[in-house]
């Protein structure tokens, strides 16, 4: 699909077409922040693709203050000032993630990268080390069942994703999500990766 770009984002944000949206934070990915230890409050955290930025709401509200919520369409990131008006602007960023540049210690993946056209994996796998720090962590959770073929969300396999994020990343595991909602039960896998020292 080559019209995977920011207008198409925006228009199903603008039309309301945003079946990937629950409304608030996953279980998975609450279970993943609430096993972050308390020194991680000191942590540069990036959570990309992020749309209407419920990790970002729930990191913020534990008191974790260095958290950047990025997306390539400007709606959610305006509902989301909306939403929680002392979350600092310079915080949210309208951008392609892909000409993002910085440093980041931790990066959480939640429904980013089965938005992405495929034939960009490798492009976001490359793209994610070098936005982390040395010691950086990519954390997240990934569709481990085929999907659409034509359209997002592009879902794939566990051995495909150890082969891909392998290549550059040390991996720390993928181990079935057990913490999925109902509706993704079985679907999804839990995965952890760090950059290479």
């Not at 279980?27 to 230890?37: E, S, V």
């Amino acid at each position: 699909m080559d019209n995977l770009n920011a207008q198409y984002w925006q228009q199903r944000y603008r039309d309301g077409y945003t079946g990937w949206d629950i409304g608030h934070i996953s279980g998975a990915m609450r279970h993943i922040i609430d096993q972050l230890p308390e020194e991680a409050k000191d942590l540069q955290i990036l959570v990309p693709g992020g749309g209407n930025g419920y990790e970002v709401a729930y990191l913020w509200s534990k008191g974790f203050k260095n958290v950047w919520l990025l997306d390539w369409a400007l709606a959610p990131l305006e509902e989301f000032q909306n939403r929680y008006p002392d979350f600092p602007p310079s915080q949210l960023i309208h951008l392609d993630f892909f000409a993002l540049t910085g440093e980041y210690d931790l990066i959480l993946e939640q429904t980013f990268f089965c938005a992405l056209n495929p034939d960009k994996r490798k492009d976001y796998v490359r793209k994610m080390n070098s936005l982390l720090s040395m010691e950086g962590i990519l954390r997240g959770v990934l569709f481990q069942v085929p999907m659409f073929p034509d359209r997002p969300p592009f879902g794939g396999s566990v051995e495909e994703y150890r082969t891909l994020f392998g290549e550059i990343f040390e991996v720390v595991y993928f181990q079935d999500c057990a913490y999925s909602e109902p509706a993704r039960l079985g679907t999804e896998v839990e995965f952890k990766v760090r950059r290479k020292k």
